[in-house]
């Protein structure tokens, strides 16, 4: 491994000088960036992946959707689809996206759920077709910065922090850990619950070397497991994990405390379920009588729709909803959020 990055670090500092020119033109206004009178609230981060992104999200929503009209904006990684849609009834994880599509499913009726590769072409198609809109959510916009934000939310995982990484190829930094300090705060994700202060102090001052700016700390909170089958209450002691994310280690080491994990069928973020991954899980069940299946509440939106429903019928499948759940100054990191909200009013 280390070999391996030694021999891409010349490639790495090609994709430095390449984005750091990007970030110098749009620093200087040569290249136009977007700013809207609306708040938009930007969560992003520097690496490839993984980093609890939608879950911020949803924290988001959970904190406003009662004071404001709220519209989230997200690329829409591996739709089927181009172009900007505004989610509907009619649409589903494939048109729009998964994790769009997680938001419409659990918050649709109080949000509106948008999704764009342009995104400053975007906000105004937001706001010309909802016009009600106060504040947008920009789900992974770190990098686009033809919309330049209100706010800007910089997520860092802890088992694999900015600070420590390294640019493309060599490492998963899309841009230098400099970049950082375009953040209004930094929040470091999926941290162990029994996080010591002296450890949070150590990583704030890793952090503050290259960002002043506050630092706040997360874990991930599991809710209950649940059913896609309503006729099903608990899952067996045995199970088998299916996930398509883009870090699986946490879940994988919950349900290690908590079942015997038979089996992990693993697939790539955004994977697209087919038919043979299916048949290949009712294969497995065959001979594994015992074993009931968990997944994420990602991968659910892809794998409870019409297209499996006959399949799946009657299957031990079971998703498991996490949530953000702050260590301390939870309450400090929302009041940063609803003040910079009402200063745009």
């Given at each position: 491994?280390?070999?391996?990055?030694?021999?891409?670090?010349?490639?790495?500092?090609?994709?430095?000088?390449?984005?750091?020119?990007?970030?110098?033109?749009?620093?200087?206004?040569?290249?136009?960036?977007?700013?809207?009178?609306?708040?938009?609230?930007?969560?992003?981060?520097?690496?490839?992946?993984?980093?609890?992104?939608?879950?911020?999200?949803?924290?988001?929503?959970?904190?406003?959707?009662?004071?404001?009209?709220?519209?989230?904006?997200?690329?829409?990684?591996?739709?089927?689809?181009?172009?900007?849609?505004?989610a509907?009834?009619?649409?589903?994880?494939?048109?729009?996206?998964?994790?769009?599509f997680?938001f419409?499913?659990?918050?649709?009726r109080?949000?509106?759920?948008?999704?764009?590769?342009?995104?400053?072409?975007?906000?105004?198609?937001?706001?010309?077709?909802?016009?009600d809109?106060?504040?947008?959510?920009?789900?992974?916009?770190?990098?686009?910065?033809?919309?330049?934000?209100?706010?800007?939310?910089?997520?860092?995982?802890?088992?694999?922090?900015f600070?420590?990484?390294?640019?493309?190829?060599?490492?998963?930094?899309?841009?230098?850990?400099?970049?950082a300090?375009?953040?209004?705060?930094?929040?470091?994700?999926?941290?162990?619950?029994n996080?010591?202060?002296?450890?949070?102090?150590?990583?704030?001052?890793?952090?503050?070397?290259?960002?002043?700016?506050?630092?706040?700390?997360?874990?991930?909170?599991?809710?209950?497991?649940?059913?896609?089958?309503?006729?099903?209450?608990?899952?067996?002691?045995?199970?088998?994990?299916?996930?398509?994310i883009?870090?699986?280690?946490p879940?994988?080491?919950?349900?290690?405390?908590?079942?015997?994990?038979?089996?992990?069928?693993?697939?790539?973020?955004?994977?697209?379920?087919?038919?043979?991954?299916?048949?290949?899980?009712?294969?497995?069940?065959?001979?594994?009588?015992?074993?009931?299946?968990?997944?994420?509440?990602?991968?659910?939106?892809?794998?409870?729709?019409?297209?499996?429903?006959?399949?799946?019928?009657?299957?031990?499948?079971?998703?498991?909803?996490?949530?953000?759940?702050?260590?301390?100054?939870?309450?400090?990191?929302?009041e940063?959020?609803?003040?910079?909200?009402?200063?745009?009013?």
């Amino acid at each position: 491994m280390i070999l391996l990055r030694i021999l891409l670090f010349p490639f790495s500092w090609l994709y430095y000088l390449i984005t750091q020119i990007r970030n110098r033109l749009y620093d200087r206004g040569i290249k136009p960036s977007v700013k809207f009178e609306i708040p938009v609230i930007c969560v992003g981060n520097l690496t490839v992946g993984g980093t609890g992104k939608s879950p911020m999200i949803e924290h988001l929503i959970r904190l406003l959707q009662n004071k404001y009209k709220i519209a989230t904006l997200s690329r829409g990684y591996g739709r089927t689809t181009q172009g900007i849609r505004i989610a509907g009834p009619s649409e589903n994880a494939s048109t729009i996206g998964d994790e769009p599509f997680q938001f419409f499913t659990k918050f649709g009726r109080r949000v509106t759920v948008a999704v764009g590769e342009e995104r400053a072409l975007a906000i105004p198609t937001i706001l010309q077709e909802r016009s009600d809109t106060q504040v947008i959510l920009l789900d992974d916009g770190f990098q686009h910065r033809k919309v330049s934000p209100g706010f800007s939310i910089l997520l860092t995982d802890y088992h694999r922090p900015f600070y420590t990484d390294f640019l493309l190829p060599s490492g998963r930094l899309r841009e230098s850990r400099w970049s950082a300090g375009r953040a209004d705060v930094i929040v470091v994700t999926k941290c162990p619950i029994n996080l010591s202060e002296d450890k949070m102090i150590e990583i704030e001052r890793s952090i503050r070397h290259y960002a002043e700016k506050p630092v706040f700390f997360t874990n991930i909170r599991y809710g209950n497991v649940t059913a896609f089958d309503n006729s099903l209450a608990l899952p067996s002691k045995q199970i088998v994990l299916i996930t398509g994310i883009a870090n699986s280690k946490p879940l994988e080491t919950h349900a290690r405390e908590n079942y015997t994990v038979i089996k992990h069928f693993s697939f790539n973020d955004h994977h697209a379920y087919q038919e043979s991954d299916i048949k290949t899980f009712i294969e497995f069940k065959k001979s594994h009588p015992q074993v009931s299946f968990l997944t994420t509440e990602k991968d659910k939106v892809k794998l409870d729709t019409p297209q499996f429903q006959k399949m799946l019928s009657g299957f031990p499948l079971f998703f498991l909803p996490i949530e953000v759940d702050f260590i301390k100054a939870g309450k400090d990191f929302d009041e940063i959020v609803l003040n910079v909200i009402q200063r745009a009013q």
